[in-house]
């Protein structure tokens, strides 16, 4: 008859080991994003995604617009989503706004490329990193709103 003691500490041994690989996991920091005191914006430009230019969801679309400062809001007040959790909280609608954060100068001078959706998230295209996505909630959803209202009803 074999001795089940062995087989109950391999099993808590194991369990142990998980629920710390899963802590761990929770405890991943979150990306970092920030927006350069200097930054502008530049080539900037309210479209349709590309490939869904004749989109039935076009003609929704013409309310969509941000000024450069209007982005910047944006831009400083959107959180960094990480990875892991953009399938279940990004929501993506193809009236876009994109263009270019710009800071520095020279050889010092970086560029930023950016997709802005009309449900408030983003996509961060910066050189040599892994696409970022932003996601604009609480009072950056409030303040975003705000300006959306603005360009809708022309005040």
């Not at 109950?8 to 996991?25: D, E, I, P, Q």
């Not at 479209?47 to 209007?70: D, I, V």
């Not at 009236?95 to 001078?109: A, E, F």
């Amino acid at each position: 008859m074999r001795n089940d003691t062995h087989g109950r500490n391999h099993a808590w041994r194991t369990g142990a080991v998980l629920l710390g690989l899963a802590a761990s996991l929770s405890q991943a920091a979150a990306p970092q994003w920030s927006v350069p005191r200097d930054a502008r914006i530049e080539k900037l430009e309210a479209r349709m995604e590309e490939g869904y230019e004749n989109n039935y969801m076009k003609e929704h679309c013409g309310y969509f617009t941000l000024t450069a400062e209007e982005t910047l809001v944006y831009l400083r007040s959107a959180q960094p989503l990480p990875t892991e959790q953009v399938h279940d909280r990004l929501d993506w609608v193809q009236c876009i706004v994109q263009g270019t954060l710009v800071s520095g100068k020279g050889k010092h001078r970086k560029e930023v490329r950016f997709e802005i959706s009309a449900s408030l998230a983003a996509h961060i295209y910066e050189p040599g990193k892994p696409v970022a996505y932003l996601i604009c909630e609480g009072t950056c959803e409030e303040r975003m709103n705000k300006i959306i209202e603005k360009h809708v009803h022309g005040k």
